[in-house]
């Protein structure tokens, strides 16, 4: 089970943002993603394997952690920031998404 | 370009089969080391993963052990299609369903839009 805190953030653009993923075992091979998804749309791959970014993916966006404990810090909000963020672990089968945090505008 | 398309339809009686197809451009399924992976999304709620199967040389399935005894993903190579078969439904299956691509320990980076099914008679 993959526990993410807190379920909503309220932050203005600029700030920063911090969303933690706990899991409850150890997460196989830090195999830890990171996924944005917005109002509409299909989820958009972030941070793989915990700390690394996917293509596309703003330096702002950083992912660190290990073991059960995983974080996601996206340095300055820009307005296309806000969205819902989920985090996935897929070390271990089946694979599980946590519950997800709302990062929304203050 | 690697793109995904789902498509089947948007409404399904209870305790009928939901049949979805995911249609990929851009790169073969039978090439690479990737997974073809099924993910669904309740309105308004999270993410859960239903399986994927892996169709190069060799066909390997997964699936979720919470759907594993109603679910089969069965791949076409000639179509370059992969398909989700849901038995038995009920109102809980409906969802936002999206099709994946999973590559491995790179994760889910090509996603479907997704597709809307609704159990209901």
């Known amino acids: 089970v993959l526990t993410q805190s807190p379920g909503t953030l309220a932050l203005s653009p600029g700030e920063r943002a911090t969303l933690s993923c706990r899991a409850s075992q150890i997460v196989d091979s830090n195999f830890l993603a990171w996924y944005q998804q917005k109002p509409g749309q299909a989820p958009r791959l972030l941070i793989y394997g915990a700390s690394s970014r996917a293509t596309g993916t703003p330096d702002r966006f950083s992912g660190s952690g290990s073991g059960t404990d995983f974080t996601l810090t996206i340095s300055r909000l820009e307005p296309e920031d806000f969205a819902v963020y989920y985090c996935q672990q897929y070390g271990n089968s089946p694979q599980t998404f946590g519950q997800g945090t709302k990062v929304e505008i203050k | 370009q690697v793109q995904l398309q789902e498509s089947g339809p948007g409404l399904v009686k209870p305790s009928q089969t939901l049949s979805l197809t995911c249609t990929v451009s851009g790169v073969s399924i039978s090439t690479g080391d990737y997974y073809w992976s099924w993910i669904r999304q309740s309105t308004g709620k999270g993410l859960d993963w239903i399986g994927n199967i892996y169709n190069t040389g060799s066909t390997y399935y997964s699936y979720n052990p919470s759907l594993k005894s109603r679910v089969s993903i069965s791949g076409d190579a000639s179509k370059n299609q992969f398909t989700l078969r849901l038995d038995s439904v009920t109102a809980a299956d409906t969802a936002v369903y999206y099709c994946?691509?999973?590559?491995?320990?790179?994760?889910?980076?090509?996603w479907g839009q997704g597709t809307l099914v609704t159990v209901s008679s």
């Open positions: 994946a691509r999973d590559q491995g320990p790179l994760a889910l980076e090509y």
